[in-house]
């Protein structure tokens, strides 16, 4: 990663390639994901199925799971609109 600091049970990353985003979600076992925009959103990662990466551009989405799987958000997101992205240890 280009900037990996450590903060308590956390991690902060900055400035990421579409590799080193996919080496994250391929992690065993998954740290959840927090995004967080230069919009000051916050995009939480809790599945590592919910993210598809299409050059420089993540889509996320959430599923929703009562009954049959129900598809309940769904954005793109250029890398270069992520600000930093928060790696939490797992549960």
Request: aromatic share 10%; net charge negative.
């Given at each position: 990663m280009d900037a990996l600091s450590p903060v308590g049970d956390r991690h902060?990353?900055?400035?990421?390639?579409?590799?080193?985003?996919?080496?994250?979600?391929?992690?065993?076992?998954?740290?959840?994901l927090r995004l967080h925009?230069?919009?000051?959103?916050?995009?939480?990662?809790?599945?590592?199925?919910c993210v598809l990466?299409?050059?420089a551009t993540l889509q996320v989405f959430t599923i929703k799971r009562d009954r049959a799987?129900?598809?309940?958000?769904?954005?793109?997101?250029?890398?270069?609109?992520?600000a930093q992205v928060e790696q939490t240890t797992a549960a």
């Open positions: 902060i990353i900055f400035d990421m390639t579409p590799d080193q985003f996919r080496q994250l979600l391929v992690q065993n076992p998954f740290a959840p925009l230069n919009s000051g959103e916050i995009v939480e990662i809790s599945d590592p199925g990466i299409f050059g799987p129900i598809l309940e958000d769904n954005r793109y997101i250029p890398l270069r609109s992520i």
